[in-house]
């Protein structure tokens, strides 16, 4: 069993002594001290892993925007921004995150197929990098606002490809059945008219083929596509924004994506296309498996057909498995040496669908009153939970060797109407 865990968490999450840790502390003193259920992240795991993309894609010296959406923490932004990246931004409230944190607007990217005029405008006055742009009317509203500021705003078109990726359909992005991006055509009418502009200035493209991609062939795909039209509509970017996506594992046998790999061959297809500068924008790749759950086991129950651990997270905390049907391992706080058991572990919410993992196979039998670790839990985790059932959200601790900080408080009882009358 420790052989799969450091395989997939590297050396960041380990049992000793038959007791789970996160880093140099067990996870059953964190819950213990901070309560549950509550997210867990590992600063090292973090660290790690940006070396290896900033490694993995050192030929072409790109500009690493992180991708807010898939862990908002001010904290978790911090390091990022320590560490050298920028930001990938989908609405305002990630932008002013991204600014708080300490991000220079020169190194933040305001994507998103939605764009309030509000929004729009907040990244103008604020001076971000540049906008990847889904629409033309999005166009004529950024124009507007350089005028009204008198600056020149950066445009990428975000392209819609039309490149499929194998992962779940809901986050396929860059198929043109999909509601993301601009097809080539009405992107090839927009740069060929784009001169009518004064204040935004097209200077590149952006593409997005979707999340847990772990095949770099459909990126020289789109690569290629991007070249062709470069050729056929006489347009040089300066910059091209690839997307993220880069996939991770959740289970033992998943296939792992290479991102030495993926860096080497994206590096080679761009080295004749003259571009100034390369944006990557990962996110789960950074801290998906840098961050568990901890819940405590309330109740057990053992049937013949199915056995239930009950635990006091549910899919209000972490809904992926609900949602996606997604694969979280599951593995005991404590070790027991009572014998192994199969069992469900679902959460307190009044729906069939609240359960963290189906028939998951435990070394030994969780107790009432002990915890539970739920692995892979630091990317779109804590930014998909919701109050639902009244539930506060879970606090937020991270930990760094021997060190623990609390990053976020629980919300309290009285967070869940404030505001109301």
Same mark, same amino acid.
């Given at each position: 069993?420790?052989?799969?865990?450091?395989?997939?968490?590297?050396?960041?999450?380990?049992?000793?002594?038959?007791?789970?840790?996160?880093?140099?502390? &067990?996870?059953?003193?964190?819950?213990?001290?901070?309560?549950? &259920?509550?997210?867990?992240?590992?600063?090292?795991?973090?660290?790690?892993?940006?070396?290896?993309?900033? @490694?993995?894609?050192?030929?072409?010296? &790109?500009?690493?925007?992180?991708?807010?959406?898939?862990?908002?923490?001010?904290?978790?932004?911090?390091?990022?921004?320590?560490?050298?990246?920028?930001?990938?931004?989908?609405?305002?409230? $990630?932008? =002013? /995150?991204?600014?708080?944190?300490?991000? !220079?607007?020169?190194?933040?990217?305001?994507?998103?197929?939605?764009?309030?005029?509000?929004?729009?405008?907040?990244?103008?006055?604020?001076?971000?990098?540049?906008?990847?742009?889904?629409? $033309?009317?999005?166009?004529?509203?950024?124009?507007?606002?350089?005028?009204?500021?008198?600056?020149?705003?950066?445009?990428?078109? /975000?392209?819609?490809?039309?490149?499929?990726?194998?992962?779940?359909?809901?986050?396929?992005?860059?198929?043109?059945?999909?509601?993301?991006?601009?097809?080539?055509?009405?992107?090839?009418?927009?740069?060929?008219?784009?001169?009518?502009? @004064?204040?935004? @200035?097209?200077?590149?493209?952006?593409?997005?083929?979707?999340?847990?991609?772990?095949?770099?062939? +459909?990126?020289?795909?789109?690569?290629?596509?991007?070249?062709?039209?470069?050729?056929?509509?006489?347009?040089?970017?300066?910059?091209?924004?690839?997307?993220?996506?880069?996939?991770?594992?959740? /289970?033992?046998?998943?296939?792992?994506?290479?991102?030495?790999?993926?860096?080497?061959?994206?590096?080679?297809?761009?080295?004749?296309?003259?571009?100034? @500068?390369?944006?990557?924008? &990962?996110?789960?790749?950074?801290?998906?498996?840098?961050?568990?759950?901890?819940?405590?086991?309330?109740?057990?129950?053992?049937?013949?057909?199915?056995?239930?651990?009950?635990?006091?997270?549910?899919?209000?905390?972490?809904?992926?498995?609900?949602?996606?049907?997604?694969?979280?391992?599951?593995?005991?706080?404590?070790?027991?040496?009572?014998?192994?058991?199969?069992?469900?572990?679902?959460? +307190?919410?009044?729906?069939?669908?609240?359960?963290?993992?189906?028939?998951?196979?435990?070394?030994?039998?969780?107790?009432?009153?002990?915890?539970?670790?739920?692995?892979?839990?630091?990317?779109?985790?804590?930014?998909?939970?919701?109050?639902? #059932?009244?539930? !506060? =959200?879970?606090?937020?601790?991270?930990? #760094?060797?021997?060190?623990?900080?609390?990053? =976020?408080?629980?919300?309290?009882?009285?967070?869940?109407? =404030?505001? $109301?009358?």
């Amino acid at each position: 069993m420790e052989e799969k865990i450091e395989k997939i968490f590297g050396k960041n999450f380990k049992y000793k002594k038959g007791k789970f840790y996160v880093e140099d502390i &067990p996870a059953e003193k964190i819950a213990v001290k901070y309560g549950t &259920p509550c997210y867990v992240y590992s600063y090292n795991f973090i660290v790690q892993q940006i070396e290896k993309i900033k @490694k993995s894609f050192s030929p072409l010296s &790109p500009l690493i925007c992180f991708s807010v959406k898939s862990n908002s923490n001010i904290s978790i932004l911090k390091i990022m921004k320590e560490n050298g990246l920028g930001a990938d931004v989908v609405s305002e409230g $990630e932008l =002013r /995150r991204a600014l708080l944190a300490g991000f !220079p607007p020169s190194s933040i990217v305001f994507a998103g197929v939605g764009k309030k005029e509000e929004e729009i405008e907040f990244g103008v006055k604020n001076g971000i990098l540049c906008f990847n742009v889904e629409n $033309e009317e999005e166009l004529n509203i950024i124009e507007k606002f350089g005028r009204k500021y008198k600056k020149s705003i950066t445009c990428n078109l /975000r392209l819609n490809p039309d490149v499929g990726v194998k992962t779940h359909s809901y986050i396929k992005t860059g198929k043109e059945e999909n509601k993301f991006g601009i097809d080539l055509a009405t992107a090839e009418k927009i740069i060929k008219s784009s001169k009518r502009y @004064k204040w935004v @200035k097209i200077k590149g493209l952006h593409f997005h083929l979707g999340s847990q991609i772990k095949d770099v062939s +459909p990126f020289i795909e789109a690569i290629g596509k991007v070249k062709k039209f470069c050729l056929k509509v006489n347009f040089k970017p300066e910059i091209l924004d690839i997307g993220g996506g880069f996939g991770i594992p959740y /289970r033992p046998d998943d296939r792992v994506c290479d991102i030495s790999e993926f860096g080497k061959k994206i590096c080679d297809s761009l080295k004749d296309f003259g571009i100034k @500068k390369l944006i990557i924008e &990962p996110g789960r790749f950074i801290i998906g498996n840098g961050g568990v759950l901890i819940a405590k086991v309330l109740y057990v129950k053992r049937r013949k057909r199915k056995n239930f651990i009950i635990v006091d997270a549910g899919m209000n905390d972490l809904i992926r498995p609900s949602l996606y049907h997604a694969y979280h391992m599951i593995l005991p706080a404590k070790l027991r040496k009572n014998g192994k058991i199969k069992a469900d572990v679902v959460g +307190p919410i009044c729906e069939t669908g609240d359960y963290l993992g189906k028939d998951i196979e435990f070394p030994s039998a969780p107790e009432i009153g002990d915890f539970i670790v739920v692995m892979g839990a630091g990317a779109y985790c804590f930014t998909l939970s919701s109050n639902y #059932n009244s539930r !506060p =959200r879970p606090c937020e601790i991270l930990v #760094n060797g021997k060190r623990e900080k609390i990053i =976020r408080e629980r919300e309290k009882y009285e967070d869940l109407w =404030r505001g $109301e009358k």
